[in-house]
């Protein structure tokens, strides 16, 4: 009887011995917090190389590369067909070799026939006519290219002295007469400005007289605004001050 007593606490002693053993391993495999320990990663299938920034979606915290910008293009203003914007301004030096006259553009006050300046003067059939230094840059005729407005002066065999205004437009650089005005005789002109407030428009200020005075007289400085209206420069107002020689 007391044999089979001691077999029987011999077999609850391991019972209890396997049960605690097995708690033990249990509480080793869950960090001992019972939540499930967090699994090793599998080192036979070789670490995974970790996202750096910039490599878009799945690259983990790392910021995503900035798109490129497009790029910007200018388009440039397109031109008049025969304009040339690029050829630049003229110049009033230019004038000094420039046609007056053509076949398709007359002068008043001058000869029939083609003139043209050599070194800002023309001579022939007992006519001079010489290019004044009186002159003005900017658009008169609406195209991209500036253009030229100058004053001409036309000495006959008499005593008279007649005075004019040209605008030359700009041709791919070159002038090209389009427009002109008579100032009459003996009425020199003192300013030409082209880069007045209004659009394509010239102020000439030039001295002249009542209608019932003599033209030898000057009494009047006169400020009038001209536009282009081919083949003439048209003349918009004027303003009159006195004028004293």
């Known amino acids: 009887m007391n044999g089979k007593r001691s077999r029987t606490a011999r077999g609850t ?19 001992g917090d019972g939540a499930g320990a967090k699994p090793e990663p599998d080192k036979s299938a070789g670490a995974s190389k970790a996202p750096g920034k910039g490599e878009g979606k799945g690259g983990g915290k790392g ?7 497009p790029t910007t293009s200018t388009s440039k203003k397109p031109t008049q067909p025969g304009k040339d914007a690029s050829a630049g301004a003229l110049t009033c030096d230019q004038l000094r070799n420039a046609p007056l006259q053509t076949s398709s553009f007359r002068f008043p006050d001058a000869p029939d026939g083609t003139v043209a300046f050599t070194d800002g003067r023309w001579e022939g059939d007992g006519v001079v006519i010489e290019l004044q230094p009186q002159c003005g840059i900017g658009d008169m ?42 100032l009459g005789d003996r009425t020199p002109v003192e300013s030409i400005d082209v880069s007045s407030p209004a659009p394509r428009q010239a102020t000439v200020v030039y001295l002249t007289r009542g209608d019932s005075e003599p033209s030898a007289a000057v009494t009047i400085r006169r400020s009038a605004v001209y536009r282009v209206t081919e083949p003439t420069l048209t003349e918009l107002h004027h303003s009159d001050t006195p004028y004293t020689p």
Do not use: H, M
């Not at 002693?13 to 869950?30: E, F, I, P, R, Y």
């Not at 910021?63 to 910008?69: D, F, N, Q």
């Open 13 to 31: 002693w391991l019972v209890t011995a396997l049960v605690l053993a097995s708690v033990t391993v249990g509480c080793q495999n869950t960090g």
């Open 63 to 69: 910021k995503e590369s900035a798109k490129p910008s």
């Open 141 to 182: 005729t609406g195209d991209p290219a500036e253009d030229a407005v100058a004053a001409v002066k036309v000495t006959t065999g008499g005593t008279g002295k007649f005075y004019g205004l040209v605008t030359w437009r700009n041709d791919s650089g070159s002038p090209v007469p389009v427009a002109a005005a008579s």
